[in-house]
């Protein structure tokens, strides 16, 4: 029998600054934050794949990139991406795009956490 991939399982964003990107996350996005972490991570009750920032691995040196996660789309859905845009927008987020149509419905991408760059559908 052969081993197989059953599709992504945790995804964890590594940054400087955890505790920082981790309220920028319960504050401007509303996550909730799962009943049990590792060390050195905040994890959040999102599904179906649990999303999470934790300190960088070692070997990892975030001063020298441009941007974290370049060549990385990260999507994230809503229920209501408009009314998640405004919120952004009045919260003073950096670079959230203009609605507009997408293959999920009403799209968006902004500048979250450390300069990740995250989109958001649905709604």
Same mark, same amino acid.
């Given at each position: 029998?052969?081993?197989?991939?059953?599709?992504?399982?945790?995804?964890?964003?590594?940054?400087?600054?955890?505790?920082?990107?981790?309220?920028?996350?319960?504050?401007?996005?509303?996550?909730?934050?799962?009943?049990a972490?590792?060390?050195?991570?905040?994890?959040?009750?999102? =599904?179906?794949?649990?999303? $999470?920032? #934790? +300190?960088? @691995?070692?070997?990892?040196?975030?001063?020298? %990139?441009?941007?974290?996660?370049?060549?990385?789309?990260?999507?994230?859905? =809503?229920?209501?991406?408009? $009314?998640? #845009? +405004?919120? @952004?927008?009045?919260?003073?987020?950096?670079? %959230?795009?203009?609605?507009?149509?997408?293959?999920?419905?009403p799209?968006?991408?902004?500048?979250?956490?450390?300069?990740?760059?995250?989109?958001?559908?649905?709604?």
């Amino acid at each position: 029998m052969t081993a197989t991939v059953e599709g992504p399982d945790f995804i964890a964003l590594q940054v400087r600054d955890v505790p920082a990107a981790a309220a920028f996350l319960e504050e401007r996005l509303g996550l909730r934050r799962a009943p049990a972490a590792p060390p050195h991570a905040v994890v959040f009750a999102t =599904t179906p794949i649990p999303l $999470a920032v #934790r +300190e960088p @691995l070692p070997g990892v040196d975030l001063d020298g %990139v441009a941007r974290p996660g370049l060549g990385v789309a990260l999507w994230l859905r =809503t229920t209501d991406a408009p $009314a998640l #845009r +405004e919120q @952004l927008v009045a919260a003073g987020t950096r670079d %959230v795009t203009p609605l507009q149509d997408g293959p999920f419905g009403p799209t968006f991408s902004f500048t979250g956490p450390e300069g990740y760059r995250l989109t958001v559908h649905g709604g």
